[in-house]
T-cell receptor
C-alpha cells in the first residue's frame, strides 16, 4: 500500500496563530487526498477533498477560509488552520486514496495532534 | 442523516477469547463496509472490508454483514493483548464514507 507521512506530528500554538500541516504521499502519486479531523472519542470526520491543481472540495459545515488547503503537487497537500482557536484542537489526519477520489481504499497518514492554547 | 453507531465500550476480554464488535448503520443503500483498527494516538489502519451479506474471514478476523438488519460485526478469535485498540466501523454510500465513533477493546493477559 501507499506510504503517507504527515508533518508535524504534534504542534502546540497560541490562539490566533496559523498552523500548516503537510501530508506527503511517499511512493504514490495522488491527484486527490483527503483531510479528516477527529475529536477525542469521536468519529473520524471528513473535512475536505484536496485536488491537485484545483480547488479543494469542502464538506458541509467546514469553513474553507479557515481551513486552507493547497495541493501543489502529486505528492504534497497542505492544510493550514488559520487564526486557530482552542476549539480547533484536534487530531488531523490525511489520507491518500488508491484511486482518484475513491474512499474505499485509502491509506492514512500518521496524523497531527494540534493543541491550541 | 447517515449514521453509523457503535458501542463505545470499553469491551474487555481475556487473552485467547473471542472479541465481538458490533456496528449498525442507518442508510439502507450502503454498499461497502470497513473495519479499521486505531491504536491510541495513531491513525486508523484497515483490517477488513466486506461488500456482500455473510461472513468474510481473514486470519483471526471475521467480518459479518447483514444488510437486511443493517448490521456489520467483527469477530476477533484468539484475542491477544496487541489487539487492544479502538475499532472503527466505516460505511460507504455513493462515495460518502461515514465512520462510527469506535469501540475500545482491551484484551487482558
Amino acid at each position: 500500500g501507499a506510504v503517507v507521512s504527515q508533518h508535524p506530528s504534534r504542534v502546540i500554538c497560541k490562539s490566533g496563530t496559523s498552523v500548516k500541516i503537510e501530508c506527503r504521499s511517499l511512493d504514490f502519486q495522488a491527484t486527490t487526498m483527503f483531510w479528516y479531523r477527529q475529536f477525542p472519542k469521536k468519529s473520524l470526520m471528513l473535512m475536505a477533498t484536496s485536488n491537485e491543481g484545483s480547488k479543494a472540495t469542502y464538506e458541509q459545515g467546514v469553513e474553507k477560509d479557515k481551513f486552507l488547503i493547497n495541493h501543489a503537487s502529486l505528492t504534497l497537500s497542505t492544510l493550514t488552520v488559520t487564526s486557530a482557536h482552542p476549539e480547533d484542537s484536534s487530531f488531523y489526519i490525511c489520507s491518500v486514496p488508491l484511486g482518484a477520489g475513491r474512499l474505499d481504499t485509502q491509506y492514512f497518514g500518521p496524523g497531527t495532534r494540534l493543541t491550541v492554547l | 442523516q447517515k449514521e453509523v453507531e457503535q458501542n463505545s465500550g470499553p469491551l474487555s476480554v481475556p487473552e485467547g477469547a473471542i472479541a465481538s464488535l458490533n456496528c449498525t448503520y442507518s442508510d439502507r443503500g450502503s454498499q461497502s463496509f470497513f473495519w479499521y483498527r486505531q491504536y491510541s494516538g495513531k491513525s486508523p489502519e484497515l483490517i477488513m472490508s466486506i461488500y456482500s451479506n455473510g461472513d468474510k474471514e481473514d486470519g483471526r478476523f471475521t467480518a459479518q454483514l447483514n444488510k437486511a438488519s443493517q448490521y456489520v460485526s467483527l469477530l476477533i478469535r484468539d484475542s491477544q493483548p496487541s489487539d487492544s485498540a479502538t475499532y472503527l466501523c466505516a460505511v460507504l454510500f455513493n462515495n460518502d464514507m461515514r465512520f462510527g465513533a469506535g469501540t475500545r477493546l482491551t484484551v487482558k493477559p
